[in-house]
């Protein structure tokens, strides 16, 4: 079996952190995190963390709304 991990920001669900025999590969399901799809990750929590730096970057620039 395939171990997977949602990744939501905000209770935005963003992605999927995938584990692989590398580590963990980033599964973008939202436009917004589009360029983190096929990143690696040691962890699913560094998935989520960087997943979150670019959704708060693209609110800053008001591509997406506050999910507040």
Do not use: C, Y
């Not at 963003?14 to 436009?31: E, R």
């Not at 983190?36 to 997406?64: C, K, M, W």
């Amino acid at each position: 079996m395939i171990a997977s991990r949602p990744v939501d920001i905000g209770g935005r669900f963003v992605g999927v952190a995938v584990a692989g025999p590398q580590g963990w590969h980033f599964k973008a399901i939202d436009p917004v995190v589009d360029d983190l799809d096929g990143a690696s990750f040691p962890t699913p929590a560094e998935a989520t963390r960087v997943a979150r730096l670019v959704v708060e970057r693209a609110r800053q620039h008001n591509q997406i709304p506050s999910t507040h």
